[in-house]
């Protein structure tokens, strides 16, 4: 078993010392706020330096503006990293990060929490069976009535997830981008966003994230919000809604067909419950964290790579930014 450094104990932070626990597993624990560390009952580490020369991998759960400088620190102390969503603030900064893991021959991991919900991992074994037959759309909502990050806004606290997931779902990356950004909180960051995508296939697909919006369940994570946490698969033999938040996965399989008059009319079976397991946060983290440590000792990187699980969303995130500012439909070729 690898010796592990968590540094951040916050919110979820805490997520991740449960899984941990949960695993049997007691990390060396490091965080700005010393009472916090102390808190989690684990031995504390006195500094970065000192945590990374007593473990083999680290796993960072800071807040975003530190991911850069932490991970490098990390990787150039010669240790395999768990690095939370999202990696990065920016695609320049994915980039270097992923240069630096290759370099320096570490295994790197991004904690993309929804690929490793039942649910969502079930999504997309049936999209990639042909189940849905062709997609035509992809649908996400990651919105509520939450508090407003000051370390981040919509882009890299919400819209990540399913910058993310949805390319992950349907087995494709993205080619065009349109977004809108406002911040009708007014305090400089955008804490409502709209991104629309466009796919090589003529897949197209929809991202509402925000703080500012009605929410319709109680928050895992975060307490007192509320949230709304889903995603729609429409293809030309199904259609799928899957809701994170209750736990629930809508299957009605069929199309429209022809009729009468030019019309044509769903023809849909009636609806089913596939019965895929539930899953708490500290269930799906508890997943992600096994799957990395799988990695650090097989030597085999995860799926949820640098390049895979933080570049390639930063580039939609990147390209959001750049569609918004200038009003036009960006290609992902224009963003490095």
């Known amino acids: 078993m690898p010796r592990l450094l968590l540094v951040g104990c916050g919110a979820f932070g805490r997520v991740h010392l449960a899984a941990l626990r949960g695993m049997g597993i007691e990390p060396l624990v490091l965080d700005a706020d010393a009472g916090a560390a102390a808190a989690t009952g684990c031995t504390v580490a006195r500094s970065l ?40 603030e920016t695609a320049a900064e994915a980039a270097a990060l992923a240069a630096l893991a290759d370099a320096q021959g ?22 990639a069976a042909g189940e ?33 997931l949805l390319p992950w779902i349907a087995g494709e990356a993205p080619a065009k981008v349109f977004a809108t950004l406002s911040d009708p909180l007014g305090r400089g960051r955008e804490d409502l966003a709209v991104i629309q995508m466009i796919f090589p296939s003529g897949l197209t697909a929809l991202i509402e994230a925000g703080c500012v919006l009605p929410g ?26 899957v809701d994170f938040a209750a736990e629930t996965f809508a299957l009605r399989r069929g199309t429209h067909q022809p009729a009468a008059q030019g019309a044509w009319l769903p023809r849909h079976a009636a609806r089913e419950d596939p019965a895929i397991p539930a899953a708490d946060p500290v269930q799906v983290v508890a997943a992600e964290l096994a799957a990395f440590i799988d990695a650090v000792r097989t030597r085999r990187q995860p799926h949820a790579n640098l390049r895979d699980g933080a570049l390639a969303p930063a580039r939609i995130l990147d390209a959001a930014r750049r569609s918004a500012a200038e009003a036009r439909v960006v290609s992902l070729t224009e963003i490095a």
């Open 49 to 88: 330096a000192d945590g990374l020369a007593a473990c083999d991998a680290a796993i960072i759960a800071t807040p975003v503006p530190t991911h850069l400088p932490i991970a490098g620190a990390v990787l150039r102390a010669g240790r395999d990293l768990f690095l939370e969503k999202p990696a990065t």
């Open 106 to 127: 570490r295994i790197a991991q991004v904690g993309l929490y929804f690929r490793f919900h039942p649910k969502a991992q079930a999504l997309r074994r049936m999209v």
């Open 132 to 164: 849905f037959g062709a997609l035509h759309h992809i649908a996400a909502r990651f919105s509520g009535v939450k508090r407003a990050r000051g370390d981040s806004g919509a882009l890299l606290n919400d819209a990540v997830h399913f910058a993310d």
């Open 216 to 241: 319709r369940w109680p928050d895992a994570v975060v307490p007192g919000a509320e949230t709304r946490k889903e995603v729609t698969v429409a293809g030309r033999a199904a259609l799928a809604e």
